[in-house]
Structures are given as structure tokens and as C-alpha cells.
């Protein structure tokens, strides 16, 4: 089944402590892409990544980092997340750039920063 | 850059009515204009999108115009079904840019 997966779904944790969410796809997408959801203010992309070792910040990427070594993979990596970075985390790719091919989002992953 | 402005942020309508949100957006270079749908505790979907070369585009109940003159695009949904309750988003793609950008999204509640 294609489908891009996020892990973890659900994660509590604490100001300063160094977290990473992992995303995966199975359908050979060259685009990769993280986006927050927050109440009121939609989607807005943190960053993405148009192939292998290319990433290119997006709207919102302060306190984020993120690393495409392999086509399938792009973790979101928050070295010391702090509470404003409480949010739903959504993962999506496309074939290629959005407007190419239909973009597909993951489950979410609800973080809470304590 | 691109701003996205979505209405209303919410709308309830009854079983078998239409439900229409609209989508205003800043930049006359845009030309690509996705709807999404969110189901609880799901993903965004893409549900129906149009190109700036056309003024509307339908599949089934659900319809997309677009005004490139006042930058406005609107999703029209006829005989609505519990099933269309969800959070819809639209975006908008600048000519060129390797991003979509995002209206605030529309919590439609469909009433029995």
C-alpha cells in the first residue's frame, strides 16, 4: 500500500531534550516536505526537500533541522524544542515539486513540550 | 511571498444543502490551487485542484472556480453528505516556488 508513515503518533516531552520524528515513503517520491498545524493558522511548512541531500527552509524552520540521506527518509529533528514548538506534525511527499503530482500527507504526530 | 486567506473558518450547513468556502491569495503569479480534506485525526487529502488556465473545474459534488482578475478561488460542495464533515484547506502555488502555502483551513459540520 503506498503511504507515507510518521513515527512517533503521539510524543510528550520536556524543554531542552533533543527529539527526532521520523518520516518514511514507499512510492519513490522525490519531493519530501514537514509541515505544523497549528489552531487558526493552518498549514505552514517548516521544510522540504526536492531530492538526496537537497533541503531548502521552508515558512516557519527556526528550531527545526531536518536530513535527507535516503530517498525514502526525511526525519524532523528538534535539538532542544521548547513549548511554542507544541503542535500536530504532518509529512508529505510528491512525485515531484507540489503541482507536478498529487502530494500525500502522513498520519501526524501530536507533540507536546512541556 | 505568497499570504493565503481562507472563509469562513467555520460552517455548518444541513444534509442535502450546499457549502461554499473561498480563498482569497496575494501573489498574480500563483497558478496552482489545491483543496484538501482533513478527517479527524487523519492527514490532509487532496480532493480537487485547478490550474490557472482554468476558471472551473468539477468532479462529481464538488466544484472549484477560480477569479485570477480578484485572485479568488472557492470550493462548492452540492448535496452535502455527513460524510463531507471535515476541516478543508486550500493553498496556492507561485509560479516557480517549490511550495504550497496554505489557507487557515474551514471546519464544515454537516447537520442531519
Known amino acids: 500500500e503506498a503511504q507515507v508513515t510518521q513515527n512517533p503518533r503521539y510524543l510528550i516531552t520536556v524543554t531542552g531534550k533533543k527529539l527526532t520524528v521520523t518520516c518514511s515513503q514507499n512510492m519513490n517520491h522525490e519531493y519530501m516536505s514537514w509541515y505544523r498545524q497549528d489552531p487558526g493558522l493552518g498549514l505552514r511548512q517548516i521544510y522540504y526537500s526536492m531530492n538526496v541531500e537537497v533541503t531548502d527552509k521552508g515558512d516557519v524552520p527556526e528550531g527545526y533541522k531536518v536530513s535527507r540521506k535516503e530517498k525514502r527518509n526525511f526525519p524532523l529533528i528538534l535539538e532542544s524544542p521548547s513549548p511554542n514548538q507544541t503542535s500536530l506534525y504532518f509529512c508529505a511527499s510528491s512525485p515531484q515539486a507540489p503541482g507536478k503530482g498529487t502530494q500525500y500527507f502522513g498520519p501526524g504526530t501530536r507533540l507536546l513540550v512541556l | 511571498g505568497e499570504n493565503v486567506e481562507q472563509h469562513p473558518s467555520t460552517l455548518s450547513v444541513q444534509e442535502g444543502d450546499s457549502a461554499v468556502i473561498k480563498c482569497t491569495y496575494s501573489d498574480s503569479a500563483s497558478n496552482y490551487f489545491p483543496w484538501y480534506k482533513q478527517e479527524l485525526g487523519k492527514g490532509p487529502q487532496l480532493i480537487i485542484d485547478?490550474?490557472?488556465?482554468?476558471g472551473e473545474k468539477k468532479d462529481q459534488r464538488i466544484a472549484v472556480t477560480l477569479n485570477k482578475t480578484a485572485k479568488h478561488f472557492s470550493l462548492h460542495i452540492t448535496e452535502t453528505q455527513p460524510e463531507d464533515s471535515a476541516v478543508y484547506f486550500c493553498a496556492a502555488q507561485t509560479q516557480g516556488a517549490q511550495k504550497l502555502v496554505f489557507g487557515q483551513g474551514t471546519r464544515l459540520t454537516i447537520n442531519p
Open positions: 485547478i490550474r490557472s488556465n482554468v
